[in-house]
């Protein structure tokens, strides 16, 4: 249990938190879709890099998501697939809060790649999300203004939550300021869409082979954070997305926590 070294200043929260003399900060329910393709060399995965400025995960590559919108839950949100329920059980979570998270990840890839996995039927997936009528709506939907129900009756949608897959559950240590109870799905891009360089919360996107972007982050030229580490090697050891996706997937509940070791605060996976 040899974890990773925290900063001078997590070191002391951690000390502070462990001591009693501070309290962790809750945490927002959030969902995170990793876009998988196929490609020449095997399966790829779409990352973006958070901007320097971002509170959170500044500078990291990530894949898309974020926190759930209260109006996620909706029930007015057409829905074909695995009922809120079933995901409910999937994620050890109740029916409403699996709902906003189905609805979070759908919506939250869709803002943030333009990759929408929704369809007019239960069979059907959306072809083309490109036009100015479409990022009108991304737009809106990212301001707030548009609520994802809405966005999906006016367009005559339904929302695929059986073209999403279970992939873990990370909580944000303790320890930090800003954190968030994440479930991980992991998506195909549909047939005839394409992710698009949306701008917003990333300056940069690509597509990478998960152990091409794992040999980046060891050399030092990306970033990742650890539960982002943690997807790119289990997917590493797929030859193509139908064996991940075949992949039957036990989520465990995993939150680093800060653990003293030799008199130096450390961040281990428990």
């Known amino acids: 249990m040899t974890g990773l070294p ?3 200043e997590l070191a002391a929260r951690a000390r502070d938190i462990l001591a009693g003399r501070a309290d962790p900060v809750p ?3 959030a969902a995170t879709v990793v876009i998988l393709r196929g490609g020449a060399r095997g399966p790829e995965v779409y990352l973006l890099r958070r901007k320097s400025t971002m509170a959170f995960a500044a500078g990291a590559y990530v894949f898309p998501g974020g926190s759930v919108d209260p109006r996620d839950a ?4 057409a829905w074909a697939g695995p009922s809120p329920a079933e995901w409910g059980a999937v994620f050890h979570a109740s029916e409403q809060v699996a709902r906003g998270l189905v ?3 759908v919506r939250e890839t869709f803002e943030e790649s333009g990759v929408l996995l929704a ?3 239960p069979d059907s997936v959306v072809a083309d999300t490109t036009g100015d009528a479409w990022e009108a709506d991304r737009l809106a939907l990212i301001d707030r203004s548009l609520a994802f129900a809405d966005f999906l009756a006016g367009r005559g949608l339904v929302l695929r939550s059986d073209l999403l897959k279970p992939w873990a559950h ?3 240590p303790e320890i930090e300021r800003r954190r968030f109870d994440t479930r991980f799905f992991v998506a195909v891009l549909p047939d005839g869409q394409r992710t698009r360089d949306v701008g917003g919360e990333a300056d940069q996107v690509a597509w990478r082979r998960p152990a091409e972007a794992l040999e980046l982050a060891r050399q030092g030229e990306i970033f990742l954070m650890p539960p982002t580490h943690r997807t ?6 797929y030859d193509t997305v139908a064996g991940a996706l075949a992949e039957h997937r036990e989520i465990v509940t995993i939150m680093p926590r800060a653990v003293e070791i030799d008199g130096e605060m450390r961040l281990v996976n428990t």
């Open 6 to 8: 925290l900063p001078a």
């Open 27 to 29: 945490t927002r329910d």
């Open 74 to 77: 909706d029930s007015a949100v």
């Open 103 to 105: 609805c979070a990840a």
């Open 119 to 121: 369809g007019p039927g």
């Open 170 to 172: 990370w909580i944000t």
């Open 232 to 237: 790119l090697s289990e997917l590493s050891a």
